[in-house]
């Protein structure tokens, strides 16, 4: 089965410094990958998807098929980026996303 | 901007009754998609509809079931309620019916005493 794993759920950090929230998959075919982010008393958004490749608010995920990784990058954290943020693949679905159990991102100022 | 609405949007039941979430998806979007989600985990998906056919179910017992009407909008049922069920249920529209970009709504938190 399909698994998406995000090793660490909590991650802190200070103003202005990298972060990294770390996300693997299974999933053995060619992956879609997905980063949907939760802001405090906001709903579930999709933060950006690897087909696009786009840099979404500072974000950035390079999809690593050699370590089946989709690690989210950003090179300097602001406040407004603490959120929970949660990793998701179809696998190999077409109907469904399998999310990953979410990272709180808190950034410090 | 109408985004997904659910409703209600807290609900508290005990034991054995049942219960039923609503759905109203961004007009437009033809798929809607019901997500369970336990305290300290991510969304766990229950069932995907689309153009009123159901596409995808998860690994989830026959007390719970779903429909999707002419309009779109959206019933999930759970019968024979436990307190395992207690949990926030996610709604998601989407477009097409792919597993692509979906759009949220801001959940019904169930309580099962």
């Known amino acids: 089965a399909q698994r998406v794993t995000q090793p660490e759920k909590l991650l802190s950090v200070f103003k202005g410094a990298p972060v990294e929230l770390k996300c693997n998959y299974s999933y053995s075919g060619s992956p879609e990958l997905f980063w949907y982010v939760q802001y405090s008393r906001q709903r579930l958004q999709l933060l950006l998807r690897?087909?696009s490749r786009e840099s979404i608010k500072g974000f950035t995920a390079d999809l690593n098929k050699g370590e089946t990784s989709f690690h989210l990058k950003k090179p300097f954290a602001q406040e407004e980026d603490s959120a929970m943020y949660y990793c998701?693949?179809?696998?190999?679905?077409?109907?469904?996303?399998?999310f990953g159990k979410g990272t709180l991102l808190t950034v410090n100022p | 901007d109408a985004g997904v609405t659910q409703s209600p949007t807290h609900l508290i039941k005990t034991r054995g009754q049942h219960v039923t979430l609503r759905c109203s998806p961004i007009s437009g979007h033809k798929s809607v998609s019901w997500y369970q989600q336990v305290l300290g985990q991510g969304p766990q998906f229950i069932f995907q509809y689309y153009e009123k056919e159901e596409r995808g179910r998860g690994n989830f017992p026959d007390r719970f079931s779903a429909r999707q009407f002419p309009n779109y909008s959206s019933e999930l049922n759970v019968n024979a309620l436990l307190l395992g069920d207690s949990a926030l249920y996610l709604c998601?529209?989407?477009?097409?019916?792919?597993?692509?970009?979906?759009?949220f709504g801001e959940g019904s938190r169930l309580t099962v005493l």
């Open positions: 998601a529209s989407s477009i097409l019916g792919g597993p692509g970009e979906l759009f």
């Open positions: 690897h087909i």
């Open positions: 998701a693949s179809p696998g190999g679905s077409n109907y469904k996303l399998t």
